[in-house]
């Protein structure tokens, strides 16, 4: 069983900076990519950024130049550094990641989602 645990989550006033961590744990043989979405109330939820093993990231165009995806291997987490914020950037924001584990005598692949952190950005 593989867990996320975003964190870091709170109210922030337009403009300014928030980050944060996504953990994974539990039965990780390799993570081949995390990602971050968000959900706004009323709305799908909507990518925001991915960062694959191999160190390539892409972002939806709404938070380019203002998000950064970056991870720590050893420690099996991602980070979404988000800066200049927006009230439209109010959403829960989800961490999932596509995970290699056991299964059987081999091994698969899955994605795995965390509960989501909500992120309220108003004056």
């Known amino acids: 069983q593989v867990q996320l645990v975003e964190s870091g989550g709170g109210l922030v006033q337009p403009g300014g900076p928030l980050r944060l961590p996504c953990a994974a744990s539990?039965?990780?043989?390799?993570?081949?990519?995390m990602g971050w979405y968000r959900q706004a109330p009323g709305n799908q939820r909507e990518w925001v950024a991915t960062?694959?093993?191999?160190?390539?990231?892409n972002y939806a165009d709404s938070v380019k130049g203002r998000f950064t995806i970056s991870k720590d291997n050893a420690k099996n987490t991602a980070y979404l550094q988000m800066s200049s914020l927006k009230p439209e950037d109010t959403a829960v924001y989800f961490c999932d990641a596509e995970v290699r584990v056991r299964a059987g005598l081999s091994t698969s692949i899955y994605q795995y989602w965390g509960q989501g952190t909500q992120v309220t950005v108003s004056s």
């Open positions: 539990g039965s990780i043989l390799s993570i081949n990519a």
């Open positions: 960062i694959t093993s191999g160190g390539s990231i």
